[in-house]
């Protein structure tokens, strides 16, 4: 059974960074495009980045230059090194893996962890 499990979450003054990390347990990590998605309450989920199997990324506008995301896939763990945090940037963050295969979207969600961007 696949398992995404998050950590890094906090509370962080303007202008901050964080660093989130996301652990894939249950199958190989290297086959996964991985990706962190945020939600505000009464808002859609939305990609904040994406890292593919040959690491190519993909950020949203709105965290391009501010934002990074990286992959160890020795370590089974996709990263989001967050800096110059706004207090927009506040949310739920959630890691994703996805892959296709003959059987279908295989597609999993982490449980989250919360980003607040406060002074």
């Known amino acids: 059974q696949v398992q995404l499990v998050e950590s890094g979450g906090g509370l962080v003054q303007p202008g901050g960074s964080l660093k989130l990390s996301c652990v894939l347990s249950?199958?190989?990590?290297?086959?996964?495009?991985m990706g962190w998605y945020r939600q505000v309450p009464g808002k859609e989920r939305e990609l904040v980045a994406s890292?593919?199997?040959?690491?190519?990324?993909n950020y949203a506008d709105s965290v391009k230059g501010r934002f990074t995301i990286s992959r160890d896939n020795a370590k089974n763990t996709v990263y989001l090194q967050m800096s110059s945090l706004k207090p927009e940037d506040t949310a739920a963050y959630y890691c994703n893996a996805r892959t296709l295969r003959t059987s279908g979207l295989m597609n999993y969600w982490g449980k989250g962890t919360q980003v607040t961007v406060s002074s």
């Open positions: 890292i593919g199997p040959s690491r190519s990324t």
């Open positions: 249950g199958s190989i990590f290297g086959i996964y495009t």
